[in-house]
C-alpha cells in the first residue's frame, strides 16, 4: 500500500513512528554520533506474530575532512 507522506497528518505520522516504535536522540552539534535513531517495527501480533525488525542508524554532525595542506 503506497501512502502519499504529503497528505497525512501530523497527529497521524507520528502515530505511525509511535507504532514502529521509532525513537530518535539528538546530542549538542559537537557530538559524535550527532544523533542516533532506533526502530522497532512489528511482524506480527503479539500473542502468534513472526516476531519484529529492529534497526538503528546514527551520524556525525559533520563528515570527517583533511588536514590543510
Excluded: F, Q
Excluded at 30 to 39: N, Q, S, T
Amino acid at each position: 500500500m503506497a501512502i502519499n507522506l504529503a497528505r497525512l497528518t501530523y497527529e497521524l505520522k507520528r502515530d505511525i513512528l509511535r507504532a514502529m516504535d521509532v525513537r530518535v536522540t539528538l546530542w549538542p552539534a559537537d557530538h559524535a554520533p550527532r544523533y542516533a535513531i532506533e526502530a522497532s517495527v512489528p511482524l506480527g501480533d503479539e500473542d502468534g506474530g513472526a516476531g519484529c525488525i529492529v534497526t538503528s542508524s546514527t551520524r556525525s554532525s559533520t563528515p570527517s575532512r583533511s588536514a590543510p595542506r
